[in-house]
Each structure stands twice: as structure tokens, then as C-alpha cells.
């Protein structure tokens, strides 16, 4: 079997994160606020003391797989979690990876090192997370319990095969999620487990 590179450390757990207290107006920028079983990011100061889901300024934050997978049975809704929120400060370059960084009301996450020092909406090393806002509307039908936070992230280590199931494992600057055991060892983009 050919040994590959190590990749990129991923993204760390978020970590910021408070349970919604009815009429706080104060909520840092950056801070995760868990509101009816569903995390909200807050975007701009001051809040206005309504529920994150009628507030402008919170935005629910969406978290998404892009890997395929069978369909589980439901589950209970987990806590998303930030960590290590940071505004942004010009000419920075040692943001650590898995950082999320707040540049123009918009969370930004570090994939790797250094960074160029400019905008992370112009330099590469930084991606923006999917913040998903929602206007009230008509109550619709229940849907699918959403992930958990992701809690158990580590780097690709070549040849691995026992990596637990519903692990997300970082390769070249992406995420991967286990599926089966056991892996064949090969890197994640070309191992279906």
C-alpha cells in the first residue's frame, strides 16, 4: 500500500455556545445561542430580546454532510458547539486552524496555515460557514432530526482501518465521515467505508 502525506488538522469542535435566556440583549458576536433544540449564531449587536428565531440578529446555523450515507434511525438533536471565535484583525496571519474568525457579520473557519494576512473573503485559507437565515413563517410538518455536533474530528493517517464509525476524518483540507469498518486503508476520497 503507498503512504500518503498526512493532512491539513481539521476543524476543531465549536465551542461558544449558551442556552437562550429570555430578553439578554448582550450576546457577543460569535456566540452560538441554543434556542428550541436548534443553534443560532449571533450576528450583530445589540440583540433585541426576542427568541433567536424572530431576532435579525441571530441566524440559525445549518450543518450539512455532503457524504452519502444510509438512512439512520432518529435521533435526539445535538448542541452544535464554537470554538475559538475571533474578530478579525488586519494582517493576522497565525489564526490557529479550526478558528472561526467574524469578518463583516460573517463567520469565517481557518483550514490551514499561514494565512496571507487579507480579507478571509479574499484569502484561501479561510472558508465561510453556510449560516442559514430564516423569516417566520406558516408552522410545517416535523421533520428529520438534524446531525450532533461534530465531536469526534481527526486528521487522515495513512494506512488506518479502524477508524470508529461516524468519525470525520480531515484530508486534504476536507471532510470525510466513516460509514463502515473496516477501511481499507486508502486515503478518504478514494475508500467508499
Do not use: C, W
Request: hydrophobic letters at 25%; charged letters at 15%.
Amino acid at each position: 500500500m503507498t503512504q500518503r502525506a498526512t493532512g491539513a488538522t481539521g476543524p476543531a469542535a465549536l465551542d461558544n455556545v449558551q442556552n437562550y435566556q429570555p430578553g439578554k440583549t448582550d450576546y457577543p458576536v460569535g456566540t452560538v445561542v441554543m434556542y428550541d433544540n436548534k443553534p443560532y449564531i449571533v450576528t450583530s449587536n445589540p440583540q433585541n430580546g426576542g427568541t433567536p428565531d424572530t431576532d435579525p440578529n441571530f441566524s440559525e446555523l445549518e450543518i450539512t454532510s455532503n457524504v452519502p450515507g444510509a438512512t439512520g434511525a432518529t435521533g435526539a438533536t445535538g448542541p452544535a458547539a464554537l470554538d475559538n471565535v475571533q474578530n478579525y484583525q488586519p494582517g493576522k496571519t497565525d489564526y490557529p486552524v479550526g478558528s472561526v474568525v467574524m469578518y463583516d457579520n460573517k463567520p469565517y473557519i481557518v483550514t490551514s496555515n499561514p494565512q496571507s494576512g487579507g480579507a478571509p473573503d479574499t484569502d484561501p485559507k479561510f472558508s465561510e460557514l453556510e449560516i442559514t437565515s430564516h423569516v417566520p413563517g406558516a408552522t410545517g410538518a416535523t421533520g428529520a432530526t438534524g446531525p450532533a455536533a461534530l465531536d469526534n474530528v481527526q486528521n487522515y493517517q495513512p494506512g488506518k482501518t479502524d477508524y470508529p464509525v461516524g468519525t470525520v476524518v480531515m484530508y486534504d483540507n476536507k471532510p470525510y465521515i466513516v460509514t463502515s469498518n473496516p477501511q481499507s486503508g486508502d486515503t478518504p476520497d478514494t475508500d467508499p467505508s
